[in-house]
């Protein structure tokens, strides 16, 4: 399979160049240039499957000409360690719980499926170490830091600001050792987004070392994101619950919304799909208007969705040939305040004891709104509501238990290495290794 850029003006990559470089040449996105429809036979008795027999399947489809197939198996399967379980919270409404990997939000699924891909392309080529550099306000230097832990071939260094992450954040990528390397820079996290940003375009140092970025826009991060929405289709219609399936994604860059689309190109049967925002409400004011209007960032409670000019717009765009009527007669929006999040939270906590995180909050509540009797409402749950500890227990007055693995991560040791926000520093530092 070769992928085309969404911006039209660079040439075609196959999968290893499109998962190396991250972004295209001109700037743009990579798609798939086919989205094979997946067979009636599969969908006919899908429930029989595991998830990872599900997700093999779908990997086929994307990968399967690029890579052995019996490699593809083996990085599915190990990628997928653990459970997406569909649980019923209240009516016709089902939580898809991302939060069961390592790090216990959904990213973990993209970053260990890219660095077994990507462990896979230096083996087979024999080629020399490659390094990860990734920049963090929390959430994505913990999956990519967890996603490439061990793994042979590839070091990764996650540069974050120092006093700028939680607690939590920082002991799930600073306590790691191994091929992890924890940069902890005096600045912001735009100084250390710029340091990688120069270090890419540094000539010096790219004769030096093989630099590749895991932002969550590389394909190998973002097309795995798939295989969640067939395995929830599958425990569904298990409960015979699966006829109108209404999936509400909680959004910010919406590379988990992009990949449900590609699953419904697929050929997987569900009715609609809702976008749901915090106050950054790009999209859904796109929605209502048919017009694209970037806007600053504003900060809220669901802090991982803080995004005013999502990436994976251009994907979808792309996806439906801009036609604004295909995309608003599939996506609807919602757009909630910090505080409506509150009330959302409370009042789920109240009435079924479940407690969601401000994340997905979002998609519980948009569902509670637009669903129909008839439908059923699957919302996904991005993260475990022990990320937000702090800012849960306030809302709900509660004192939520800290899951084993947090925890684990928490006793650690931090091994971070100081450093200024001087790119040469940073150069020489990996001039050095
Ligand atoms: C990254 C993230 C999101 C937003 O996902 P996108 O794919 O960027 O739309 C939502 N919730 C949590 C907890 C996240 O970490």
């Known amino acids: 399979?070769?992928?085309?850029?969404?911006?039209?003006?660079?040439?075609?990559?196959?999968?290893?160049?499109a998962v190396i470089k991250g972004l295209a040449p001109d700037r743009g996105l990579y798609m798939p240039e086919h989205i094979q429809k997946l067979p009636a036979t599969f969908f006919n008795q899908i429930e029989k499957l595991s998830f990872q027999e599900i997700a093999f399947e779908v990997s086929k489809a994307f990968f399967?000409?690029?890579?052995?197939i019996e490699a593809l198996r083996n990085i599915v399967?190990?990628?997928?360690?653990f459970d997406v379980p569909a649980i019923h919270i209240k009516?016709?409404?089902?939580?898809?719980e991302l939060f069961h990997g390592p790090t216990l939000a959904f990213k973990d699924i993209g970053a260990r499926f890219m660095a077994r891909l990507l462990q896979h392309f230096i083996r087979r080529e024999g080629q020399q170490q490659i390094n990860v550099l990734v920049a963090t306000s929390g959430d994505t230097g913990s999956a990519v830091?967890?996603?490439?832990?061990?793994?042979?071939?590839?070091?990764?260094?996650?540069?974050?600001?120092?006093?700028?992450?939680?607690?939590?954040?920082e002991s799930q990528f600073a306590t790691l050792g191994q091929n992890i390397t924890?940069?902890?820079?005096?600045?912001?996290?735009?100084d250390c987004q710029a340091m990688i940003k120069q270090a890419f375009m540094d000539e010096t140092l790219n004769h030096h070392m093989k630099l590749t970025s895991a932002n969550s826009i590389n394909v190998a991060r973002f097309l795995p994101q798939a295989f969640y929405y067939f395995y929830a289709y599958a425990q569904l219609k298990r409960l015979g619950k699966a006829d109108k399936l209404v999936i509400s994604v909680p959004s910010g860059n919406f590379g988990n919304l992009c990949a449900g689309l590609f699953a419904y190109k697929m050929g997987?049967?569900?009715?609609?799909?809702?976008?749901?925002?915090?106050?950054?409400?790009?999209?859904?004011?796109?929605?209502?208007?048919?017009?694209?209007?970037?806007?600053?960032?504003?900060?809220?409670?669901?802090?991982?969705?803080?995004?005013?000019?999502?990436?994976n717009f251009a994907r979808i765009y792309t996806l439906f040939n801009g036609s604004h009527q295909a995309i608003t007669e599939l996506i609807s929006g919602a757009t909630y305040t910090d505080d409506m999040i509150r009330k959302t939270m409370?009042?789920?906590?109240?009435?079924?004891?479940?407690?969601l995180d401000p994340h997905g909050a979002c998609g519980y509540k948009a569902l509670k709104e637009q669903l129909q009797p008839s439908e059923t409402g699957l919302f996904l749950e991005t993260a475990h509501p022990a990320k937000f500890k702090d800012k849960v227990d306030e809302i709900l007055s509660t004192e939520i238990a800290i899951p084993e693995h947090l925890a684990a991560f928490m006793k650690g040791t931090k091994q971070s290495i100081p450093m200024d926000k001087q790119f040469e520093t940073f150069k020489q530092f990996l001039m050095d290794t």
Do not use: W
Not at 91 to 96: A, V
Not at 152 to 169: A, C, E, F, M, W
Not at 182 to 190: K, M, P, Q, T, Y
């Open 77 to 81: 399967y190990e990628t997928l360690s």
């Open 346 to 355: 409370q009042e789920c906590y109240a009435s079924t004891d479940y407690i």
């Open 91 to 96: 009516d016709n409404i089902y939580s898809l």
């Open 182 to 190: 924890a940069l902890e820079v005096d600045g912001v996290f735009d």
């Open 1 to 17: 399979m070769k992928y085309y850029s969404t911006n039209k003006k660079a040439p075609t990559a196959t999968l290893e160049e």
């Open 64 to 68: 399967g000409g690029d890579i052995e």
């Open 145 to 169: 830091a967890n996603g490439f832990l061990g793994v042979n071939g590839i070091h990764v260094y996650v540069l974050y600001p120092k006093d700028k992450v939680s607690h939590i954040q």
């Open 268 to 311: 997987l049967p569900v009715n609609r799909f809702i976008a749901a925002n915090n106050a950054n409400d790009v999209f859904f004011h796109y929605l209502r208007t048919g017009e694209y209007m970037p806007q600053p960032s504003k900060q809220t409670l669901a802090n991982a969705m803080d995004v005013g000019n999502p990436s």
